[in-house]
């Protein structure tokens, strides 16, 4: 599944979120990083993060999977002189040479019996990794139109993305998987939530980055789109309202597994 986003790269980099400044604020703030450090990026799409972190002077080198995407990031990041490779995380040859090892919206395609590993190899003594996942989450207060497509979702034989209905804040924390590594410490875990209008067009567009959504039969993304169509075409506005939320989870690496 992890492979699908490559067939839509062009609609990735339109249609998928930027995150919050406050998040890579933040993250600096926990490592002590400064400009001039060295972040490989694990599985970057199009770039959308790695371009905050290539703004804040990081030298970036990026490892991402698909062919396309690798190729729209290089494009985007050219002024920025970040390197990107095509290939798999799991098989990056790199040993103890970054001081930043981080994944945004990555970190949970990649194979769980090594990743730990892999990023420990990469990383110098003293450095850290860190990851996060834009995901759905659903204030109480929130656009109605979610659970009245949960019903055509439903019709379908189709799960919505995500796991089931977190609050802002309230999105899976994994310190005890991270810690049970034996490899990292985690220092920091927080939690940042953002809200986006979408026209149905957008929004659309959107969830046709999604892998579950890729992977539809042609009937089923009809019927699901013509639905978005036909509910934002009852409103006013034209649009929906999505909520956004990120946990980033930043651990500094171990000396010696533990």
């Known amino acids: 599944m992890r492979e699908t986003f490559d067939t839509v790269a062009a609609h990735y980099d339109r249609a998928r979120p930027e995150y919050p400044a ?18 490989l990026e694990v599985g970057c799409a199009t770039g959308k993060a790695t371009r905050r972190f290539a703004e804040r002077g990081f030298r970036v080198t990026c490892v991402e999977l698909g062919a396309a995407l690798a190729e729209a990031a290089r494009a985007n990041l050219a002024e920025y002189g970040v390197e990107v490779l095509h290939g798999r995380f799991e098989d990056f040859p790199g040993v103890g040479s970054f001081d930043l090892v981080y994944a945004a919206t990555a970190w949970h395609w990649v194979d769980p019996a090594i990743r730990y590993q892999r990023a420990w190899q990469a990383l110098r ?4 990794l860190a990851f996060w996942s834009a995901l759905h989450v659903f204030p109480d207060d929130g656009d109605p139109i979610f659970g009245q497509l949960q019903r055509v979702y439903d019709e379908i034989g189709e799960a919505q993305p995500g796991e089931g209905r977190p609050r802002p804040g309230e999105l899976p924390e994994h310190r005890a998987e991270i810690e049970a590594s034996g490899l990292f410490t985690v220092q920091a875990v927080r939690h940042y939530d953002w809200e986006m209008e979408y026209t149905a067009d957008q929004y659309i567009e959107l969830i046709s980055t999604f892998s579950g959504h890729i992977a539809m039969a042609d009937w089923q993304r009809d019927r699901l789109y013509g639905e978005v169509r036909r509910l934002l075409g009852q409103r006013p506005s034209g ?11 930043v651990a500094r690496r171990r000396d010696r597994p533990g």
């Open 239 to 249: 649009t929906l309202l999505r909520h956004w939320g990120a946990a980033l989870h």
């Open 125 to 128: 003594p003293g450095g850290h």
């Open 22 to 39: 406050a998040l890579f604020d933040d993250l600096l703030d926990v490592t002590g990083f400064v400009p001039g450090a060295r972040a």
